[in-house]
């Protein structure tokens, strides 16, 4: 009797550890489900080949936003604010790629070369076309910044995932929204890169 119990706790455990693990099956951005999606995970995204060859976005399969210009962050107290670049038409910001269905001008079966998509982002993660009132991107996070602000931990030294800020969570040095996200892993809610419980996430570049 008690040894089925410890089989059963074990299977459960396994099958438990199984489906926590980190990964972008069965997430928000696992669209393989939709008869669009061609039973596929990756493809709505990227492609092995003839992908767009932009800078910054890695064998990208997606239409990108034609949006303009977006309304950018700015405050009185934004040190950075000379540094940051229009994540459009922008060859540093990688922001673009997220902001090819979250911005909510790109429909998500938009890629392969298909431009006739009619399903969006749903209310909720669509940040719109005036990212003003989001956590600024798109920008140069350096040393100099860092002393500049003085509440902002310098990048290339403070430890962060293994590494440091800069090894880490910049791309092109430029703080992105995949700074703080992992398109690909759901584990920490909100395809968060680490817990924000305490608000670890915050606390690892603002120095508060
Ligand atoms: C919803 C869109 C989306 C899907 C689906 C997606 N990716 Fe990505 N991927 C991105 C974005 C955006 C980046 C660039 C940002 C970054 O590196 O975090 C990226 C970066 C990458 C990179 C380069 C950086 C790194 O993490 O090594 C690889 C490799 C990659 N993806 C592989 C995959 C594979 C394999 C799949 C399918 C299992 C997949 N991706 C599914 C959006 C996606
Ligand atoms: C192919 C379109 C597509 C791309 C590209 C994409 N997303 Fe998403 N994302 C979605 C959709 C659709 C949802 C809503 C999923 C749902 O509610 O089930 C979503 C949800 C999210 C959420 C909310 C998850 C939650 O549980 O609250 C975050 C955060 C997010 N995406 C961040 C990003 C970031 C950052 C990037 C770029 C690195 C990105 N996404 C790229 C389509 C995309
Ligand atoms: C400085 C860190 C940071 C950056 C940069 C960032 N996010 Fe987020 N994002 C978060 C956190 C933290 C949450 C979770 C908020 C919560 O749980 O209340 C979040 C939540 C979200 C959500 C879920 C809906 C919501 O409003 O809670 C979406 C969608 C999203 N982010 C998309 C993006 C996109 C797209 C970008 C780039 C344009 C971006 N994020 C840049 C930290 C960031
Ligand atoms: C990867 C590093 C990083 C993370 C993580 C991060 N920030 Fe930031 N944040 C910055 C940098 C760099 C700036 C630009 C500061 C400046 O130039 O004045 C900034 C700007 C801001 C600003 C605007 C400051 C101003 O003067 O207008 C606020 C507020 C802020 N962050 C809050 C947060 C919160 C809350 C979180 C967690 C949800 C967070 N940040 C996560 C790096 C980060």
Redesign the pocket.
Known sequence: MKRYKLFFTLIALFAFANFSFGQITGS??D?SSNAWANNEICI??HTPHNGTATANAPLWN?QLSSVGSYTLYSSPTFDAAGSVVDPVGSSTS??R??L???DGTVA?EN?GGTTTGSAY??G??NVGTDISNDHPISFTYDPALATTDGGLYDPTTRPALGGTISSTMLFSGQL???S??D?HD?IN????RMSNTGSALCLTCHNK
């Open positions: 928000g951005h669209f709505v995204c997606r990688n922001s790629l997220c090819s269905c979250h998500l890629f982002v749903p909720y993660a992105e929204c995949a703080c996200h398109v759901n809610g909100s395809f968060l």
